[in-house]
């Protein structure tokens, strides 16, 4: 059992950056692959950006990539999810996810074990 918690959300004006970060339960942290997803009102939940294990693999929804940075610190358990360059339609629930499948099928298959409660991100235009 994993258990993720976010922080880090808030409201930002367009152009302005955020960092959210995801705490995770457990002493197996380093053995899932770990995502962000979003889920803006009257959508579906989409993916946002994926990690491997390692740290040393990412991988970015089109919509985000040159913008955001997934990174992860396996001795403290946690995720992060740098934002940039932030625009009015980046605002959703983000959501921290964790899975026992690889980084990639996370960002294809939506692959996920666990998920967090979600923190809002509202950026005004």
């Known amino acids: 059992q994993v258990q993720l918690v976010e922080s880090g959300g808030g409201l930002v004006q367009a152009g302005g950056s955020l960092r959210l970060s995801c705490a995770a339960s457990g002493r197996t942290f380093s053995s899932y692959a770990m995502g962000w997803f979003r889920q803006a009102p009257g959508k579906e939940r989409e993916f946002v950006a994926a990690i491997s294990r390692s740290g040393a693999s990412t991988y970015y929804a089109d919509s985000v990539k040159g913008r955001f940075t997934i990174s992860r610190d396996n001795a403290k358990n946690t995720v992060y999810l740098q934002m940039n360059s932030l625009k009015p339609e980046d605002t959703a629930v983000y959501y921290c996810?964790?899975?026992?499948?690889?980084?990639?099928?996370?960002?294809?298959?939506?692959?996920?074990?666990?998920w967090g409660q979600g923190t809002q991100v509202t950026v005004s235009s």
């Open positions: 996810a964790a899975g026992r499948g690889t980084y990639q099928s996370m960002g294809v298959t939506s692959d996920v074990d666990y």
